[in-house]
């Protein structure tokens, strides 16, 4: 299969997944009957972020993330991440660029906001010490 059409897969996985690790998108891959090495699944993610089309993130942990970067405002979110089970959620942003240095110009932002999800504060409230 040609580069060309690894990366449209690529694209397809992500547009269906929200985000995912290289390995997720292996597994997504295989599931749809499509078989690539982690190095050539990885190059075109690469390419696919150096053209802005993809966003890496990390939320906090050694893993990273590859997102499909929309371009248009109204699917732009920022995540909120649970740092007792590390769930990840998408927030509608709120935040307006402002402030700039002089002469720069603001292509997109990223924001994470850890906290502690609802289903971890009831964990945290029925197995805490009395």
């Known amino acids: ?3 060309r059409n690894l990366k449209q897969l690529v694209v397809q996985i992500l547009e269906a997944n929200h985000y995912l690790t290289v390995s997720e ?4 891959l295989e ?3 499509h078989s690539f ?3 050539s699944v990885y190059r075109n993610i690469e390419k696919l ?3 802005k089309q993809v966003c890496r993130h990390s939320f906090g942990t050694d893993k990273v993330y ?3 970067r929309r371009l248009d405002e109204h699917h732009h979110h920022d995540h909120f991440v649970c740092e007792g089970c590390h769930k990840i959620e998408p927030l509608d942003c709120s935040v307006e660029v402002v402030n700039t240095p002089t002469n720069y110009k603001v292509d997109h932002h990223h924001m994470t906001i850890f906290g502690t999800c609802d289903q971890c504060q009831k964990y ?3 197995h805490s010490p009395s």
């Open 49 to 51: 972020s150096e053209e």
């Open 25 to 28: 998108v292996m597994v997504e």
């Open 124 to 126: 945290d409230r029925t």
């Open 1 to 3: 299969m040609k580069k």
């Open 66 to 68: 590859y997102e499909l």
């Open 31 to 33: 599931k749809v009957g």
């Open 37 to 39: 090495n982690k190095t």
